[in-house]
């Protein structure tokens, strides 16, 4: 079965749901799903280290909102597809959140005959499904650093068609140090 859509888990209010017990049976969460994410640093990360560039471009969320892994990961995989043909070698990329939150799902079945539904337990538990970080509003969801400001434009233009990607409104702002 396909994924629910974004909006099914993004604006709800949730209690960080982390805890997965060493003690068998008083553990609710019978398996943590693995976290989509392959890299959380790309580019030339030793020189970001170091204060080697001069452009530090910060993406943050606008909402309180669930990102969920694979989210972040289609954003990840876009931006390093595009950025080395776009802006060349010299840049860096990290994504600063990190999903510790497990997403829960009560599945309910409907069949052919469409008069009536299951009902289920209400407020039951649910199975693991998947992993989202919880971002609070202003929180820093990725860093970006350039070596040269001509390549801007360029960087905005690829977050700009990213941001589909995201269930929440961006803003980004930019640091040049001199």
């Not at 005959?113 to 538990?125: I, L, N, P, V």
Request: with cysteine; hydrophobic share 35%; aromatic share 8%.
């Amino acid at each position: 079965m396909a994924l629910r859509k974004a909006s099914a888990y993004s604006q709800r209010y949730t209690r960080p749901y982390t805890r997965k017990s060493k003690v068998r049976s008083k553990s609710y969460v019978k398996t943590v799903p693995n976290s989509k994410i392959v890299k959380f640093k790309m580019g030339d990360i030793t020189g970001f280290d170091k204060g080697k560039y001069p452009l530090t471009i910060f993406v943050r969320s606008k909402a309180q909102v669930q990102l969920r892994d694979n989210s972040i990961e289609s954003v990840r995989q876009y931006l390093n597809r595009f950025l080395p043909v776009k802006v060349g070698k010299d840049w860096y990329f990290e994504v600063k959140i990190y999903p510790h939150h497990i997403l829960r799902e009560n599945k309910m079945l409907t069949g052919a005959g469409a008069d009536r539904m299951q009902t289920g337990m209400s407020q039951s538990f649910g199975k693991t499904i998947g992993r989202a970080a919880l971002v609070k509003e202003g929180q820093v969801i990725m860093i970006f650093g350039l070596l040269n400001q001509k390549h801007e434009s360029e960087l905005r233009k690829l977050l700009n068609s990213a941001k589909a990607r995201l269930p929440c409104k961006i803003s980004t702002e930019t640091v040049v140090k001199k």
